[in-house]
C-alpha cells in the first residue's frame, strides 16, 4: 500500500517555465488537497477536490492550476513559474475530508525556481 | 475566514521534561481541532485530535486541552523522548468545511 506518492522530490525551474507536479492515491479517497510550505509559515492550501471533476480554489490558488479526471490522481500546474513559487509542496487525501479524519500526506516535492 | 496562531515557533526541552504548544483560532464556529508532526523530509502525519464537544484527549505521553471560550488549544508531551524532536503543527476546520487552515509550526528540539 503505497498511500500518497508525488513526484518528483526536487526540482528547479527557470522563470517563466511549467512544471506538472504529480500526486496520485492508492487509498480510494474521494478528497485530496495541494499545500505549499514556506519557512516559518506553516502550509497554505492551494487547491482541492472533493471528488473526480470536482475542484475548488483554497487560500493562496493564483499561478496554479488542477484537474481531477480520476479519483486517483490530482496533478499541479505551474504555468509560468516565479521566484514567488520556490517552496515545498504536499499533496494529501482523505476519504471523508479534513471535517471529519486525518489527511494522508504525500513525501513532498522541493521546488525552486531560479 | 479561520486564522490559527501557534507559539512558540521553537522549543528546545531536555529529554524527560514536558512540552507544550500552545494556538488560538479565531472562528468560533470551529469544531475540530487535529495536531500534525512532521519529521525532516517526510510530510505531516496526524498524531492526536480533539473536537468541540471534549475538553481533553489523551493518548500514553500525548494529550491536547481545548478551551473554547477562550478559543485556545493546546498540545502536552510529557516525558521527551529524542524522537519526539520534529515540527508540530495545529490546525482548525470550521463547520462542514472540507478544509484545515495550519498554524505557522513548532520546531521542538528534544535534547540529552
Known amino acids: 500500500n503505497a498511500g500518497v506518492t508525488q513526484t518528483p522530490k526536487f526540482r528547479i525551474l527557470k522563470i517563466g517555465q511549467s512544471m506538472t507536479l504529480q500526486c496520485t492515491q492508492d487509498?480510494?479517497?474521494?478528497?485530496m488537497y495541494w499545500y505549499r510550505q514556506d519557512p516559518g509559515m506553516g502550509l497554505k492550501l492551494i487547491y482541492y477536490?472533493?471528488?473526480?471533476?470536482?475542484?475548488d480554489k483554497g487560500e493562496v490558488p493564483n499561478g496554479y492550476n488542477v484537474s481531477r479526471s480520476t479519483t486517483e490522481d490530482f496533478p499541479l500546474r505551474l504555468e509560468l513559474a516565479a521566484p514567488s513559487q520556490t517552496s515545498v509542496y504536499f499533496c494529501a487525501s482523505s476519504y471523508t475530508g479534513a471535517s471529519n479524519e486525518k489527511l494522508f500526506f504525500g513525501s513532498g516535492t522541493q521546488l525552486s525556481v531560479l | 475566514g479561520e486564522n490559527v496562531e501557534q507559539h512558540p515557533s521553537t522549543l528546545s526541552v531536555q529529554e524527560g521534561d514536558s512540552a507544550v504548544i500552545k494556538c488560538t483560532y479565531s472562528d468560533s464556529a470551529s469544531n475540530y481541532f487535529p495536531w500534525y508532526k512532521q519529521e525532516l523530509g517526510k510530510g505531516p502525519q496526524l498524531i492526536i485530535d480533539i473536537r468541540s464537544n471534549v475538553g481533553e484527549k489523551k493518548d500514553q505521553r500525548i494529550a491536547v486541552t481545548l478551551n473554547k471560550t477562550a478559543k485556545h488549544f493546546s498540545l502536552h508531551i510529557t516525558e521527551t523522548q529524542p524522537e519526539d524532536s520534529a515540527v508540530y503543527f495545529c490546525a482548525a476546520v470550521t463547520g462542514t468545511a472540507s478544509k484545515l487552515t495550519f498554524g505557522t509550526g513548532t520546531r521542538l528540539q528534544v535534547t540529552l
Open positions: 477536490s472533493v471528488g473526480a471533476g470536482i475542484t
Open positions: 487509498m480510494n479517497h474521494n478528497y
